[in-house]
């Protein structure tokens, strides 16, 4: 049973329009939120966090925004950029570690 | 700041044999995080050390897996014997206490055949 879910196993978007890649959780005690970033052959990176008790962090074009109520987080990214295109996990704080969703492949068309 | 060190990057290996992956995690990250990734699961936690000290092994899927951390800069991952469904993406991940965000490794692409 699956924890965190993303639903969408891939996603390809056309240069500079956005990408809203989305993000399901099912454990209300979960506080913390990441997103990562995979290329291939490489370790995920981390890209952004949000706590639970925001809704929304921003860098640069990478928006977080958290839907507790819904236990649904979403990462847009504006504008996108064929270098963006990697797969994504999204991340939820249990205890000491986090449980992982299983990736969103995003391709960032030219 | 070398990152997080995995060896070797792939492994090509009989079913039955004994496939040993390492993991040089950063200097001062006293948590450490061994992960499986499937096109199935994604990312799977298998075993997670804070200071050398195995805390939580129940994502280890059988009796054939097994880890260890003698000291804080080095941990293995056995398998023994392999079989061809553990052929997978085995990552390794350290962070401070304190901090939220993992440093993956690259990577040991397992494949079993």
């Known amino acids: 049973d699956q924890q965190v879910k993303q639903n969408s196993p891939s996603l390809s978007v056309q240069e500079g329009r956005i990408s809203i890649l989305n993000c399901d959780y099912t454990?209300?005690?979960?506080?913390?939120f990441l997103w990562y970033k995979k290329y291939p052959a490489e370790g995920p990176t981390f890209l952004i966090s949000?706590?639970?008790?925001?809704d929304k962090n921003e860098d640069g074009r990478f928006t977080v925004f958290l839907n507790k109520s819904a236990k649904h987080l979403s990462l847009h990214i504006v504008p996108s950029q064929p270098g963006d295109s990697a797969v994504y996990f999204c991340?939820?704080?249990?205890?000491?570690?986090?449980?992982f969703g299983p990736g969103t492949r995003l391709s960032v068309l030219p | 700041d070398a990152g997080v060190i995995q060896s070797p990057r792939h492994e090509v290996t009989e079913m039955g044999q004994e496939v040993t992956l390492r993991c040089k995690p950063i200097s001062g990250h006293d948590y450490l995080f061994w992960y499986r990734q499937t096109m199935m699961r994604g990312l799977e936690l298998l075993i997670y050390?804070?200071?050398?000290?195995?805390?939580?092994d129940s994502g280890m899927p059988e009796d054939r897996f097994s880890a260890k951390m003698p000291n804080a800069s080095f941990s293995t991952l056995k398998i023994q014997p392999s079989e061809p469904r553990d052929s997978a993406v085995y990552f390794c991940?350290?962070?401070?206490?304190?901090?939220?965000?993992?440093?993956f490794g690259s990577g040991t692409r397992l494949t079993v055949v």
């Open positions: 050390f804070n200071n050398n000290v195995p805390i939580d």
């Open positions: 991340a939820s704080r249990y205890g000491q570690n986090f449980v």
């Open positions: 454990n209300s005690m979960f506080d913390y």
């Open positions: 949000i706590s639970s008790i925001k």
């Open positions: 991940a350290s962070r401070p206490t304190g901090s939220y965000g993992y440093t």
